[in-house]
Each structure stands twice: as C-alpha cells, then as structure tokens.
C-alpha cells in the first residue's frame, strides 16, 4: 500500500492582524520591529485591538503608527504619557498605551514620565532604551553609557562633565502608582520570549486596572553604534546589561496567579 | 435664569460645564485659579473628567490626547502659564482637534505680576507656537460676556476644528457682578468622524501633526488657511457705541474698551461727537470695519493694556488715511476714564497729523510730562 500523502497544513506562524503589510522604515538589524511584533501578537492575543489607542514618540518610531491596524495619536517630544492621560481619562475602559524611545522618555519627557507613574495611571509605556538618539543620528542619549562614544560625546561619554546614565525602570517602580515595571532585552530568542511575557503582563495590569505599567526594552541600534548586527547584539548582552539588569523591578500583588 | 453675583473665573468655568465640557485638564496659576479651583469639584460631581497637571505643558497635552478622542475639552491658566503651553498649541493647530483655552492675562513679561493686563495680545492673536495656524482668540468685557463667549467658544472650536481662546484680562477673571447663566445643555451624544477612540468595526484612525513629506505639508497648509478664510468671513464680531454720527473713533477691547466707554459717554456730555468700537473676535479681527470707519472719521485713538501689540493691527487696517493716536497702561495697570477723556479732548482739539508712529508720540507724551500717569 502506498503511504497517505499528508494534506492538512497547520499555520505555526502568521502576521498578527494588529501588525499592518507596511515596510519597516527602520535600519536592517533595528529592534523596533521584534518589539513591533510582540506588542501586535500581544494585542491580538487578548482580542484588544479594537479597543487600543497608541501614542507614538519623537525618535526612530515617530512613525510607529503606520506599521499597526488599530487606532493611533503622535504626541509632541516627550508629551506622550500627557497625551496617554488625556485619551485615558475621557475612554477609561480603552487600553492606551505609549511607545517611548530613551532620549523621549528620559530626557525631554521626564516630568511627564515621572508623574503618570506617580498618578499611577493605568496605561502601560514600552520603553525602548538603545543607550542613544536614533532618528537624529547618534547623539548622547541620558541612558548612554560612561564612556560610550556618540556624535555629541565623541570620546566618550566623561560622567564628571556629562552626568551618570538613568535607571528609569529603578527609579519609577519606588513610586505607589507603579503596578508592574520591568526590564527585558531583545538580543536573543529567549529573552525575546520573556520580553514578550512582561508586555502581556503589562497589559494584563493595565486589564485589571493595577495602576502604571512599563516594560523597558534594552535594544540595539547597528547604525548608530557603528557596529554589525551581531556585534551590537554582542554589545547589548556585554556591555548594557551588566549596567541595567534585566530584572522585575515592581509586581503588584494584583497580578498574583497570572501567567503570561 | 436668573442673574446671580458672579466673579468671572467661576463664571467662565460653570459657562464650560453648562456648554458640555467633558474634560478639564489645568495647573494653579494667578489669577486663573479659581477657574481651576471651580472644576475640581464640579466636574468630578458630574462624573466628568477633572486633572491637575504637574504642568502647563502636560496640561496642554493632556488636552490634546482627550480631544484627539473627539471630547469637549479645555483648560485656562494666565501668561506665563500659556507660554508654556505654545508647543501643544501647535501640535494641536497642526492636527485640527477642536479645543477651549482660556487665558486670564496678567502682567509681563517674565514672571511680571498678576495684575490684569493684555500684554498676551500677540501670544494668543498673532500665533506663538511654531508654524502657519490661526486660533479663533475672543476678548470678553464683562462677567456675562465672558459667559456667553465661553459657550460660544466650544461651538466654534467644535465647528471649524479649531483653537478657540478667550482672552480674559485679570480684571474679568476676578471681578464680581450680576450675570445670568446659561441652561446646563446635554453632553455631546455623537463621536467625530475623525476621532481616534478604539477602531471598533472600522478602519485605523491616526492623528498626527507630522508630514514628513513637504509637498503633503504645503497642502494641509493650504487647508487650515482655507479653514482660516471661512472663520474670517462668518466669525467677526464687535460692539459699536455712538458710532452714528461720530467724528472720532476709540477702540479698545476687553476692560480697556469698557472703560473707554465710560470715557466716551463723558466726552459725548461735552459735545465731543465721539463714539467707540469695541471688537470682540481679535482673530479674525474687525479690519474691514476699522477700514470703514476710517472712512467717515476725522481720527482714532486707540487704548490698550499694553504696548500698543492691537494698534499695529489698526494702523494695518486704516492704511494711513486718518491720523491716530494711542494711549495705554502698561505692567498690569488698569487706566481710568479721565486719562481716556483726556486722550479724546486732545484728539478733537489739537491738531493732528496722519503721519507718524502713534505709539512713539504717546511714549514722547509720558516723557515730556503732557500725560501725568495717576
């Protein structure tokens, strides 16, 4: 007898439909995406992405908004979270969330940051620190490292003249509003998944109304560090690691029994 | 309604919740604060949306977020307060979300004093954010005016997708007098087309203030002058006094134009046939009619609380075809109808000239000593 000849094919892997057909903007070997993806798997995976309302930044994803199906706003540098409060406060039962680079989020975004945590809002912020400026081409960023070289520390950043890079994570979770705050990377497969579990979480805390969510998101940026993709990937796990450990910095008792 | 002893700070705040403000994001600043003070309980009693921002710049953009939801919103702060929101001003202007700000104006610049003033004439009329936009700015007089312009603000914001402001002098924002409410309206009960607030059963919305392509930038540039243009020809408003036969014009707005009233009565019971025209929309501002009265009028005089920022946009309008003159009080002082009276005499009885700059003869005035300030 012959052998049956296999016929049902199962899908394993598929564009989440909160992911639009558009092109990326971003360099080859960019992180953006991979976060782009988890975030869209998330939302779809909890049937939400006719109920979310995203805040995009100034920085690389400026134009974040076009490469997602659901509804979106860009705010101002750094206003994002202002922005998020606004739309949140008006549509409570909504899911709002920003996506917010180091330089957006850290520097010129500080107060804002600052005090929708210390509110404890309930929205949830991706916070993608790459340790510099993207979009204006590799200038210093406040989470750049001691004796990193950029475009406006050109041999190295001199913590004596130029200050001490900012743990937002750290900082942020001692605040009462804070519900969920961690640190995940995105260099390699595993820590992938487990950044794409803190994103649910994230947006789990935001479900059951736990307060401020954030997921800090160590990424790469090839082009500006000057380096191959691998060699940035190298870099991340070597170098930003050691100096913002990938760690659950605060989890409210609400979230208790979940598992992403 | 009955007319009730209102200061105009509540006065306004209550007008915005009557005309269905659903969200009030502000910050504590003199003397606007009583407005904020007002919704802090008031919107919150309504199950309505009420936050104090740990900023003028958050609050803007707090406004921002909300109306990108298409709700009835607003804020109001005072000079330096408004300075500081200019950025989420453009970024608004720039996406076409409807909006209330309410400037109570003090005096500058810097941290200046919080005595009433118009020194933000410029600020608000003439732009201050980066950019081409035109924000709809209305100068109320009176506690009931600043109520009925209050209202009428959130229709016009609503209707052209647009900034409409009020600008308040202090003196509005914290006098006292008897005005008359409006009848608490419904809340809107329809979402904007446009609005971002969940793409349920529809397409993805964005909003967005960025065209990164200059050619789409030129175009939607193009789009909110033509907006501009439809609120210049449905959207002037102004009040005449004793223009009929009038042989001399004063203009002014807000306190400065209601004292100026008193002034004129006082000059017309001297024979002087003057009369005042008192404009109310600063942007779009009354230029035809100024035009037009300069036509039948043998001069102007123009008074403000500062510097003379409307006087530019008089002279503008008059074209040089009649001679006027200018007077103010500056740095938070309010004038009193003599110093006006005074002006007027001179205007009807000394000679005059078309020629010259209005503003620097009233600085020469001051110098010389032929104005005493009291």
Redesign the interface.
């Known amino acids: 007898m012959d052998t049956p000849v296999q016929t049902q094919v199962q899908t394993v892997y598929s564009r989440p439909k909160s992911l ?1 057909r558009t092109p990326t903007h971003y360099c080859p070997g960019c992180t953006h995406g991979i976060a782009h993806r988890l975030i869209a798997e998330v939302l779809d995976e909890m049937d939400i ?5 995203a ?2 930044p100034v920085g690389c994803a ?2 974040a ?2 490469y ?9 540098h750094g ?1 994002a979270p ?6 949140k ?3 409570p039962d ?1 899911f709002v969330f920003t996506y917010q680079g180091d330089g957006d989020l850290a520097s010129i975004g500080m ?2 940051i ?2 929708v945590a210390a509110r404890g809002e309930n929205i949830t912020v991706i916070f993608i620190n790459n340790a510099i400026y993207g979009m204006t081409g590799g200038q210093m960023a406040p989470t750049t490292l001691p004796g990193q070289k950029t475009t406006t520390s050109p041999n190295g950043r001199d913590v004596e003249t130029m200050g001490y890079p900012l743990h937002m994570s750290e900082v942020l979770s001692r605040w009462d509003g804070a519900g969920y705050i961690v640190r995940r990377s995105l260099h390699d497969p595993k820590n992938i998944r487990m950044a794409k579990k803190a994103i649910r979480t994230a947006f789990e805390a935001q479900k059951r109304g736990l307060g401020f969510s954030m997921v800090e998101l160590l990424s790469t940026c090839n082009t500006n560090w000057g380096m191959t993709v691998q060699e940035s990937l190298k870099w991340l796990e070597e170098r930003m690691i050691p100096v913002y450990p990938i760690q659950d910095f605060k989890v409210s008792s609400g979230l208790d029994g979940f598992k992403a | 309604m009955a007319k009730e002893f209102l200061e105009g700070n509540f006065a306004m705040a209550e007008a915005a919740v009557r005309a269905g403000v ?2 009030y ?1 502000g910050y504590p600043i003199t003397p606007q604060t009583e407005l904020l003070e007002w919704m802090s309980h008031r919107m919150p009693e309504l199950n309505r ?1 009420f ?1 104090q ?3 003028e ?3 803007i ?9 298409g ?1 009835r ?1 607003m804020t109001s702060s005072s000079s330096p307060g408004v300075s500081l929101m200019m ?2 001003l453009s ?1 608004i202007a720039g ?1 076409e979300v409807p909006m209330v700000l309410i400037d109570v104006v003090r005096g500058g610049p810097g941290l200046g004093n919080i005595a009433p003033s118009q020194g933000d004439y410029n600020q608000l009329v003439h732009g201050g954010g980066h950019g081409d936009y035109h924000p709809i700015v209305l100068a109320p007089a009176s506690v009931q005016e600043a109520i009925d312009l209050t209202v009428l603000a959130f229709d016009l914001a609503a209707k052209y997708r647009n900034i409409c402001m009020l600008m308040a002098d202090g003196s509005i924002g914290q006098m006292m007098e008897p005005a008359e409410l409006p009848e608490m309206r419904p809340l809107r009960s329809t979402t904007p087309d446009w609005a ?6 529809r397409e ?7 065209l ?1 392509d200059p050619t789409l930038e030129e175009i939607y540039n193009h789009k909110i002058l033509d907006t501009w243009y439809r609120i210049q020809a449905n959207e002037i408003r102004y009040k005449e006094y004793y223009l009929d036969d009038a042989e001399y014009v004063v203009i002014g707005f807000g306190t400065a134009g209601r004292i100026a009233l008193t002034a004129v009565r006082n000059a017309r019971a001297e024979g002087i046939k003057v009369g005042l025209f008192r404009p109310i929309s600063l942007s779009p501002f009354p230029a035809q009619q100024i035009e037009e009265l300069a036509k039948t009028s043998q001069g102007i005089l123009v008074t403000e609380m500062n510097t003379g920022q409307m006087l530019d946009d008089v002279r503008s309008a008059v074209k040089g075809k009649v001679p006027i003159e200018f007077y103010a009080r500056v740095g938070g002082i309010v004038p009193y109808p003599d110093e006006i009276l005074g002006e007027i005499r001179r205007l009807a009885q000394e000679p005059k000239s078309a020629d010259g700059d209005p503003r620097q003869r009233w600085m020469q005035r001051l110098k010389d000593g032929v104005i005493t300030l009291s």
């Open positions: 639009s992405r006719e109920k979310t309302v805040v995009a400026v134009f908004y076009n997602f199906t659901f509804d979106w706003v860009e705010a101002a206003r202002a922005m998020a409060t606004g739309i406060r008006v549509l909504r107060s804002e600052m005090h | 659903e969200a994001f949306v936050l921002a740990e900023s710049v958050a609050a953009n707090m406004v921002y977020g909300a109306a990108c939801t709700a919103v950025e989420g970024y996406t971002t607030d969940g793409c349920k059963d993805q919305r964005i909003l967005t203030s960025i990164i």
